[in-house]
């Protein structure tokens, strides 16, 4: 019978069901971890040890937080206190995707389910967690969040694809409607006949190549400055969502991952799906960049701004960037890779100008690049009162 810490207060009917609960999830494939209200862990599956790396000896009365990457490790215990004080269930009963951490450091994806159990006057707590690492074999359990997050690309794809033919072939068009103009002007000169025919003819060159720089024009402002609804979501619930999908393929492994976000300006007026894709390219190219780097270092913050805007930043200890390639670096098919297309900086620009902010790249104190962009808090000038 597995020993649980004093201060439980179990009863030997309450040992037996709990025995009899660990017999019953060691054959479960995922990990099931039971903690008390403090915490504690008193049951830990063999579906764990598997996935976290440690026995159950090794993690037993353990705080859960152990299992967890900055910053949920150093909040785990005041979530856990809100709910016991207050009663409101956050994450109880429902499936969230967010992040765990390895006996070895690794941070990977999970999805996480919380229920609640009581025994006389005392309530523990059950996780089953999911390991989304390997995306073939939880193909349906993320298929709806990536087939949103691909129809934003697309969506966004296209519009940065216009809007780079739009600037590109106004050049020409406008040389059409200069050499047009300027022939008519010499023709009426001239004294052959069939010139009408030809006045005619060039001013309907004249008037298409007019229209279709009109449509052009409204093509890429509708592109540039296109209506959003905003609505005000909390950052922390973004990156940790973004984090999980840009590590479902595995690609965590060996990175020293942590984030960091501000709980003073967390909330942002943002459409939450588009900036959760900004996240996504940004961390996979971070992680992208590290590939051949022997520490790999990433780190995801946020700051508060006296303007009303958060800033929320992307470093990582790879190569750094080419100074040639950093002027340009957020231009249409302009890309570092070496089979890239160039659009995926340009479409995180897009998008982060129509929220309003600004995106940009600096050498990080981590050794290579931080991306930073900035976005509206939704707590100032009075939104939320």
Known sequence: MKELPANSRVTNRMLRRFDDLHGLTDVVPDAVVVIDQAGGILSFNTGAERMFGYSEEQVRNE?????????????????????????????????????????????????????????????????????????GENEQLMHSLQADLAHVSRISSMGSLASSIAHELNQPLTSIVNYAAAASDMLDDAAMDGLDDVRHALSKCRSEALRAGEIIRRLRDFISHGDITPEIDNLRRIVNSATALALVNGDGRDVDFSSQIAPECESVLVVPIQIQQVLVNLIRNALEAMQGSPNKRLRVTSACHDDGMVRISVSDSGPGLDPHVAQRLFHPFVSTKASGMGLGLSICQTIINAHGGKIWARPSELGGTEFSFTLKSANFGGEND
């Open 63 to 135: 705080n859960v937080s152990l299992l967890m990457p900055s910053p949920d490790r150093e909040a785990h215990n005041g979530y856990l206190a809100h709910y016991l004080d207050t009663g409101e269930k956050r994450m109880i009963g429902t499936a969230r995707v967010t992040n765990a951490r390895r006996r070895n450091g690794d941070t990977f994806p999970i999805e996480l389910t919380v229920g609640e159990m009581k025994f006389g006057d005392r309530l523990y707590f059950a996780g089953f967690i999911k390991d989304l690492t390997n995306v």
